[in-house]
């Protein structure tokens, strides 16, 4: 069983940056597919990125293309979530995920069947 450990929220003004971590163990980390979630309040949890095994490959919301950048170290089984000229509108809990099978892609929030605790990120105007 993976546990799946967020780090790096915070409250921040609107253009600021953040960089979230997610500290993987318990499994072979290279071996799945990561991603990230968040969920405002009211809302429905919504897919922001995600990253393939390597890292070569990365998927993204619309809503933050350009501005987020999902990354991993395979050496640390760590997974970043880089948030620059952040927005009100990226206000969230956001939570980091492991792909539900290993050695497949994973590009949905269905492709994901584990979860971290969440870690609360607001941005003020």
């Known amino acids: 069983q993976v546990q799946l450990v967020e780090s790096g929220g915070g409250l921040v003004q609107a253009g600021d940056s953040l960089r979230l971590s997610c500290a993987a163990s318990g499994r072979t980390f290279s071996s799945y597919a990561m991603g990230w979630s968040r969920q405002a309040p009211g809302k429905e949890r919504e897919f922001v990125a995600a990253?393939?095994?390597?890292?070569?490959?990365?998927y993204y919301a619309d809503s933050v293309k350009g501005r987020f950048t999902i990354s991993r170290d395979n050496a640390k089984n760590t997974v970043y979530l880089q948030m620059n000229s952040l927005k009100p509108e990226d206000t969230a809990v956001y939570y980091c995920a492991s792909a539900r099978v290993p050695f497949r892609g994973a590009t949905t929030l269905a492709d994901f069947g584990s979860w971290g605790q969440g870690t609360q990120v607001s941005v003020s105007s």
């Open positions: 990253i393939s095994r390597s890292g070569s490959s990365t």
